[in-house]
Structures are given as C-alpha cells and as structure tokens.
C-alpha cells in the first residue's frame, strides 16, 4: 500500500474522478451572479483593487466562474479610469450605490454580462442590467430557460411578400 492509498482509505483511480475545465468560457453574453466583491492590496503592492467573482447561471455554462479585477488606485491613473468606467457600469446594472453599500453590496446580485476571450482567460468586457430586473435580482420566473424559437417559414417570414421583394425595398 502506498501513503497516498493510506490517507485516502482506499485504492485511487484517477479514471473515476471528474476533471474540472479551467479553460476560458467561449465568447459571447451571459446572466451571471455576483458571489463575492472584495476590496484587498494589489500584487505589486503599490494600490488597491476589488475583485469581482461571478457564477454564470443557465446553459452550458451554468456554474463556471468568472473574474474581473478593478484597479481602484494605482499609480496607472489610466487603470483607475478604466476602473471607474467599470465600476459604474456594474453599480447602474445592478443598481448598488458602492458609497452606501461598498463591495459587499454586490453580492447576491444578477447581471448580464459580455465575456470575451484574452489569451488563456476570460475578461468581461461589459456589465448590464438584466433586460426587466429591476435591481438585478431575478424573480424565480425569470430563472427558467427561454420559450424555444418557433420555426418560421418563408411563407411567415416578415420579409416575404407576394411579390417576392423585401419590404424595405418597396
């Protein structure tokens, strides 16, 4: 028996174990929540950021996480403006006044989020308000997954007409 097989108590197989993906999310739009939003020194030691975590909620994404980073002092002042543009985005998605309520304010809310790829990680791009939640918290009825697209035939299309031209081109 080896060490490893004593402190798990059993034989390990590691054909039997899921495998999380760190790989970035693929582009595109999502409704995330906001799980955590803390204020902490940067690396460098030299300012301040608050990092954001979110949980993406729906599709195949459904619980991945992702992250944003907001240099909120720095001696970059091109940091702190892109900082500020990004955290009054978030505060008007999610209509949290950071002067009442600071980061902790955040946590628990919905955003629409836009996601992009930079390399080997994901960077959110934009934050927006979830299209009729006031707030961003979603009502339970807004959690269910859209009504499928009907099919739409060329006869229905709004762009048919009898004559077989475009409407705009009357």
Do not use: C
């Amino acid at each position: 028996m080896s060490d490893i097989t004593d402190a798990l108590g059993e034989n390990f197989d590691p054909n039997s174990v899921e495998i999380s993906s760190y790989d970035p999310i693929p582009a595109g739009d999502y409704a995330a929540n906001i799980v955590d939003a803390e204020i902490k020194a940067n690396k460098a030691g030299n300012g301040m950021i608050m990092k954001v975590e979110l949980a993406i909620v729906g599709g195949p994404q459904d619980g991945r996480k992702v992250f944003d980073h907001l240099n909120l002092s720095n001696p970059s002042q091109k940091a702190v403006a892109i900082a500020k543009e990004t955290l009054a985005k978030l505060s008007l998605a999610t209509s949290v006044d950071v002067n009442a309520s600071g980061s902790q304010g955040f946590i628990g809310k919905r955003v629409a989020i836009n996601v992009e790829i930079d390399g080997a990680y994901n960077r959110i791009k934009n934050y927006k308000p979830l299209v009729g939640v006031a707030g961003g918290q979603a009502p339970q009825a807004a959690q269910s997954a859209p009504a499928p697209a009907q099919e739409m035939t060329a006869e229905a299309s709004p762009q048919a007409q009898s004559n077989g031209t475009p409407p705009w081109a009357s």
